[in-house]
């Protein structure tokens, strides 16, 4: 019975917003609300699923060339696991500061909540700066990462420009995302982005096992261990997409019902991401090691212009995923958050599109820059942070008791939860931050040495005339 109560204050605002959504009186199309305002459980599952894999797709084969076949295979399934579970972690989060929240007659019709707000009604001031200051961070460089990729990607099929010019011009059409109002208005763009990734994971493993070996191939990963960290810095990263988690489940109308859509996400997104690394990696070997961007080795083909053009498509979905958090953040920092006028939003939100572009100019390793964020911020951001601010938030009986979301009993009850997330805490922090960031910042230093800042093609073959 307490729980049916807690389901209705949790979800009445977001019925009353559906109905408002929905009425004609607001000159909302059918045709708008198909594709435009998408608040359900599948909205949710195509923005956690096409927002995780992302470019880091193209990346992973490199990963796989610097830990071998066996722990790349085994670092996906493990961080796939570890990443779902702090993603539940941070879904219970959400709910039990919302339900407080609601429970005090706090509407958020006009408001996000966003993750360093869930850390501050829980957990106070200092614990939510410094997921501020983590998340803010890591979702900078998550966008300076996309721009990069489109600079890379668009290199194969047009290489008249270099890549630091394309990221000019993937600037400025990255920058149109100030316009998406919210996480509410992804539907059609999450869709597509999962058909987008789908079609480039079976194109690289297909076009591979076709092409074959290369002569000679080695697969002599793993070599080196600044190397092996790297790569499972890497995938680490690739499991860490839930940066934005909390901004997906409030645009769902029962953000109650987030629990299980990041692991089935994270499952449909190993399909893609295994088959695809090990067919490279089985195909190209060590030539991977030199090779960040796993479509420089295939042979151009319409199949190939294809997966690039498609994947240019969906390195903008996720640049919005990425920005429009940071977006919220400037907004509130601003007090322009509650302005109905999207424009003035829009214009209001461009000054976040500037550092972006910026960094994206100066670092554009790719692969590289993945571990290195990978190390240093996902590590805390989404790992390790979690973690912890579930168990100091329950740490009381009186909380555990009084708690929304209680923890699933075949994990051994709340005992179970607390050795998980302490499992998570120091794993993270020894091997992905210790031992991961050591390897990825001496990799990263390496690749200024060889290219140096503000290169203009990195990792170009010689231009043909």
């Known amino acids: 019975?307490?729980?049916?109560?807690?389901?209705?204050?949790?979800?009445?605002?977001?019925?009353e917003m559906e109905r408002e959504e929905g009425d004609p009186k607001l000159g909302k199309s059918k045709l708008s609300k198909l594709f435009w305002h998408g608040g359900s459980v599948y909205d949710a599952w195509f923005s956690c699923a096409s927002n995780q894999v992302a470019q880091v797709l193209l990346t992973l084969p490199y990963s796989f060339s610097q830990l071998g076949m066996a722990s790349g295979i085994i670092f996906q399934l493990f961080y796939g696991l570890m990443g779902s579970w702090t993603a539940y972690l941070i879904s219970v989060l959400y709910v039990e500061y919302r339900t407080r929240k609601e429970r005090e007659k706090v509407d958020f019709r006009n408001h996000v909540i966003q993750w360093f707000e869930v850390l501050d009604g829980l957990l106070g001031k200092h614990w939510r700066n410094v997921g501020l200051f983590f998340?803010?961070?890591?979702?900078?460089?998550?966008?300076?990462?996309?721009?990069i990729a489109c600079a890379s990607n668009i290199y194969y099929i047009n290489d008249n420009l270099d890549k630091r010019t394309w990221t000019y011009i993937f600037g400025a059409c990255c920058a149109t995302t100030v316009f998406i109002p919210s996480f509410h208005n992804y539907r059609v763009w999450s869709f597509l982005g999962l058909i987008m990734t789908t079609f480039t994971a079976?194109?690289?493993?297909?076009?591979?096992?076709?092409?074959g070996q290369v002569e000679g191939v080695k697969h002599s990963g793993?070599?080196?261990?600044?190397?092996?960290?790297?790569?499972?810095?890497n995938i680490l990263y690739t499991f860490g997409g839930h940066a934005v988690t909390v901004e997906i489940m409030h645009a769902m109308w029962k953000p109650q019902k987030f629990k299980l859509i990041y692991l089935i996400a994270t499952l449909y997104v190993l399909t893609l991401t295994l088959p695809s690394a090990s067919a490279v990696y089985w195909a190209f070997g060590d030539l991977l090691l030199n090779h960040a961007n796993a479509?420089?080795?295939?042979?151009?083909?319409?199949?190939?212009?294809?997966?690039?053009?498609?994947?240019?498509?969906?390195?903008?979905?996720?640049?919005?995923?990425?920005c429009t958090p940071l977006?919220?953040?400037?907004?509130?920092?601003i007090r322009m958050h509650d302005t109905k006028s999207m424009f003035k939003r829009a214009i209001a939100r461009l000054p976040v599109v500037i550092p972006i572009w910026f960094l994206a100019v100066i670092?554009?390793?790719?692969?590289?820059?993945?571990?290195?964020?990978?190390s240093l911020l996902v590590s805390f951001t989404v790992y390790i942070i979690p973690a912890l601010a579930h168990m100091v938030t329950f740490a009381s009986a009186s909380a555990r008791e009084n708690a929304v979301e209680r923890p699933p009993s075949f994990i051994g009850s709340w005992a179970g939860l607390y050795t998980m997330n302490i499992f998570v805490v120091v794993w993270v922090l020894i091997v992905g931050f210790g031992f991961g960031g050591w390897a990825s910042i001496l990799n990263f230093i390496r690749q200024v040495d060889t290219f140096g800042l503000f290169t203009k093609c990195y990792q170009c073959p010689p231009h043909k005339a």
């Open 1 to 15: 019975m307490a729980s049916e109560k807690v389901e209705t204050v949790i979800v009445g605002n977001y019925v």
């Open 135 to 147: 998340n803010c961070t890591f979702l900078l460089f998550g966008s300076v990462i996309q721009l």
């Open 202 to 211: 079976w194109y690289l493993t297909i076009a591979s096992l076709v092409h």
């Open 222 to 233: 793993p070599a080196q261990m600044v190397l092996y960290f790297t790569g499972a810095t």
């Open 295 to 322: 479509l420089s080795l295939l042979p151009r083909t319409g199949f190939r212009d294809t997966a690039v053009i498609l994947m240019l498509i969906h390195q903008f979905i996720t640049f919005g995923f990425a």
């Open 327 to 333: 977006y919220f953040v400037w907004e509130k920092f």
């Open 363 to 374: 670092f554009p390793f790719f692969g590289p820059i993945n571990s290195t964020v990978g």
